[in-house]
DNA sequence: TCATTATATATGGAAAACCGGATATATCCT
DNA sequence: AGGATATATCCGGTTTTCCATATATAATGA
């Protein structure tokens, strides 16, 4: 059955919405933590340096949209990825982005403010 | 040479960006078009359907970030991607988020909207 | 039970991103 | 040169995202 317009143009939202939530560097940060094994709440927070708060709804964030699970163990949380395509993914990205790393990072935004 | 946090913090941030360019349905309905060969400016709009201002900045956008490139012809511009991978990418990342589209779609915004 | 620890959520405000509409620039044609 | 066409950029306003701070919930231990 061959996609409609409206479905292929379904899809990209979704896509968009995904790479959206990836669009975060605290986000990015806590998944690329995260390869390296599941990690409690506090473990990322000490590792992030940020407050517990914003490093807790970031992780709401990427539980929503499932890219990690959450465990919980007496009275900690443990995260971890969800699916190991991800870090594929981040790896591809990582490479694409590195190539461009100067680049990129003298983009502060988004917007009619290139140059 | 091992990369210290410092530098990884800053791969991390290309990286956030990088994703966050990829981060909008027009931006992703414009390159998903161009996977089918090169476009210019008249053709995109006419495909998407939205503003050729609105269409013209996210070409700059993507663009400035070398998503894609961009070759003067006559009083027209031609766009292409200018890196395979990013279809490899954007491939890999419609199907993890065809899997979760009802779910993505679902989410309207990033944010305590959750639930 | 009461205090403590671990994590999650709510709220208000600042910054960033997106859009529509107007305008500028560059090329072509007569 | 002057008008038409193709594309790019600017501007004001609305929406979305991010953050800091405060507070709520849940589990543990005294």
Tied chains: 1, 2.
């Excluded at 790479?19 to 998944?31: A, C, H, N, S």
């Excluded at 990690?68 to 990205?93: C, F, M, T």
Aim: proline letters at 4%; hydrophobic letters at 40%.
């Amino acid at each position: 059955m061959p996609r409609t317009a409206e479905t292929s143009e379904s899809i990209d939202r979704a896509t968009a919405r995904f790479f959206k939530v990836l669009g975060d560097p605290t986000r990015i940060r806590i998944i690329s933590l995260l390869t390296t094994g599941p990690k409690n709440v506090s473990e990322i927070v000490e590792q992030i340096g940020l407050s517990q708060a914003r490093i807790s709804t970031h992780l709401a964030c990427l539980r929503w949209c499932e890219f990690v699970q959450a465990k919980k163990i007496g009275r900690q949380v443990e995260y971890s990825l969800n699916d190991p395509s991800i870090e594929h993914l981040l790896a591809l990205a990582k490479q694409l982005s590195s190539v461009r790393e100067q680049h990129l990072a003298s983009c502060t935004r988004i917007g009619p403010d290139w140059i």
